[in-house]
């Protein structure tokens, strides 16, 4: 049977840590398994880790638009490549690392392990949270935790729908009666 995972982020900040609820569910019939909550730790470095990968990254397209117009440039595209890849193995880590089974955030794992027991079970993984740099952190790198352990994972990322209000002012209402 396959399972839903939604991971919603509750508050807090990468300086005093984030207040996350875990709710599992039976995707068939969405009926509710679990419903924990945890907080996950401190993590003061993760946005500029994330910094210093955007500006490699950023660095790259700019040189390669630059080139368009430009021949026989001395910078090599394999340096700023492999400043890219350390970078990104850097901010996958420090990731990985954060989300790790440690302290408050023990008894969500805990809850994972216990409820999604089969290995080759479809799971959808799906992140809520309302905090900009968290949607913009490249955090399905915590699928290969799914992907070892659970061969048919994949995690998205919510993204509410906000709907226009409309103001509309009735001036006037005719009627016979």
Known sequence: MAKLVLFKILGGDFKSG????VQIFNEDNRVLIEDIEGKLPPAQDLPNHYANWQSFYRQMVSQ?????SVKNTAITDSEIIAEIKKAKENLHFQINNWLKPDGNFTPIWTAILTNLKDENEEIRVILKTDDIQLRRLPLFVWEDFFEERYHRSEMGLYLPVKSKSIE??????????
């Open 18 to 21: 984030f207040f996350v609820n």
């Open 64 to 68: 390669r638009s630059t080139r368009l």
């Open 168 to 177: 509309l002012k009735i001036i006037t209402i005719k009627s016979k009666y």
